[in-house]
């Protein structure tokens, strides 16, 4: 079993910035991709971004403005997240999937103030 710790969210103004951090632990080998959700009120869960072998993929919402890394040693998956909007106000959720089966962090709520 995998269990996913998100932190880094916060209040922060439009344009601003803010690193997520998700630190993964419990039985972690066989994780082939792990990435960023979120969900906004009234809104369904849509990927941000995933990272699998180096490889990335993100939203075209925040490409150019999120990077989503990923440090093997830490176990940790990071968002950097820049060049903030209003409508990225929502709770981001790490998602971790291996072998088809995902596992999902408790969120962390981004609110980008206008």
């Known amino acids: 079993q995998v269990q996913l710790v998100e932190s880094g969210g916060g209040l922060v103004q439009a344009g601003g910035s803010l690193r997520l951090s998700c630190a993964a632990s419990?039985?972690?080998?066989?994780?082939?991709?792990m990435g960023w959700y979120r969900q906004a009120p009234g809104k369904q869960r849509e990927l941000v971004a995933t990272i699998s072998g180096g490889i990335t993929n993100y939203a075209d919402s925040v490409k150019g403005r999120f990077t989503i890394s990923r440090d093997n040693a830490k176990n940790t998956v990071y968002l950097q997240m820049n060049s903030l909007k209003p409508e990225d106000t929502a709770v981001y959720y790490c998602?971790?999937?291996?072998?088809?089966?995902?596992?999902w962090g408790q969120g962390t709520q981004v609110t980008v103030s206008s």
């Open positions: 998602n971790a999937k291996k072998f088809g089966f995902s596992s």
């Open positions: 419990g039985t972690i080998f066989g994780i082939n991709v």
